[in-house]
């Protein structure tokens, strides 16, 4: 069973940084290609980013590109997203899931999510 588990949000002031991680088990993590995607109450969820099994290949949406960034630890079996210079629209419920799983920001499978709030 494949399982994901966020952390990592917080509630941080605008131009602040988090670092998200999503512990992964049930699967080959390895060899899979992982996404992050995020949402807020009342709208779809929008993909993030992407990368590819190998840490290879990262992609961003337009709206996080030059300021968050994807990356992996296969030997922890570990997803991270760093998030800089937030701003208030980064509020959100972050959540992981394996890009196999997901049409966009639509995922199958994915976390509980773990919650930025980004606010003065």
């Known amino acids: 069973e494949v399982q994901l588990v966020e952390s990592g949000g917080g509630l941080v002031q605008p131009g602040g940084s988090l670092k998200l991680s999503c512990a992964a088990s049930g699967f080959t993590f390895s060899t899979r290609a992982m996404t992050w995607v995020r949402q807020v109450p009342g709208k779809g969820p929008d993909w993030v980013s992407t990368?590819?099994?190998?840490?290879?290949?990262?992609t961003y949406a337009d709206s996080v590109k030059g300021r968050f960034t994807i990356s992996r630890d296969n030997a922890k079996n570990t997803l991270y997203l760093q998030l800089n210079s937030l701003k208030v629209e980064d509020t959100a419920m972050y959540y992981c899931?394996?890009?196999?799983?997901?049409?966009?920001?639509?995922?199958?499978?994915r976390g509980q999510g773990t919650q930025v709030t980004v606010s003065s």
């Open positions: 899931a394996r890009t196999v799983d997901c049409r966009g920001g639509y995922c199958s499978v």
């Open positions: 990368i590819g099994p190998a840490g290879l290949s990262p």
